[in-house]
Nanobody, 123 residues
Framework: QVQLVESGGGLVQTGGSLRLSCAASGRTFSNYAMGWFRQAPGKERGFVAAISRSGGIKYYAESVKGRFTISRDNAKNTVYLQMNSLKPEDTAVYYC????????????????WGQGTQVTVSS
């Protein structure tokens, strides 16, 4: 089992920044690809960003490219999502997830999920 705990969400104005963190425990963190997903009210959970086990490969959703940066620190068992130039449409609950096999952008292929952290961007 892998336990994931997100933090760093909050209320920010348009154009502002937030840094989300996701602390992992339970298994060897570097064995897992990590992803960030988000879910707005009435919408399905969607892909935001993913990072490979070593951190050398990163994927981003088109809607966040150039604004969000995913990173990880395997020594600290933590994955981060730096979010800049935030827009009201970024408002959602953000989840981190761990993938044991493969490296994908598809939520069902992730094995473990955090409880989520709310990000609200005011206009």
């Amino acid at each position: 089992q892998v336990q994931l705990v997100e933090s760093g969400g909050g209320l920010v104005q348009t154009g502002g920044s937030l840094r989300l963190s996701c602390a992992a425990s339970g298994r060897t963190f570097s064995n897992y690809a990590m992803g960030w997903f988000r879910q707005a009210p009435g919408k399905e959970r969607g892909f935001v960003a993913a990072i490979s086990r070593s951190g050398g490969i990163k994927y981003y959703a088109e809607s966040v490219k150039g604004r969000f940066t995913i990173s990880r620190d395997n020594a600290k068992n933590t994955v981060y999502l730096q979010m800049n130039s935030l827009k009201p449409e970024d408002t959602a609950v953000y989840y981190c997830a761990a993938q044991a096999v493969g490296f994908s952008r598809t939520p069902p292929e992730y094995n473990y999920w955090g409880q989520g952290t709310q990000v609200t961007v005011s206009s």
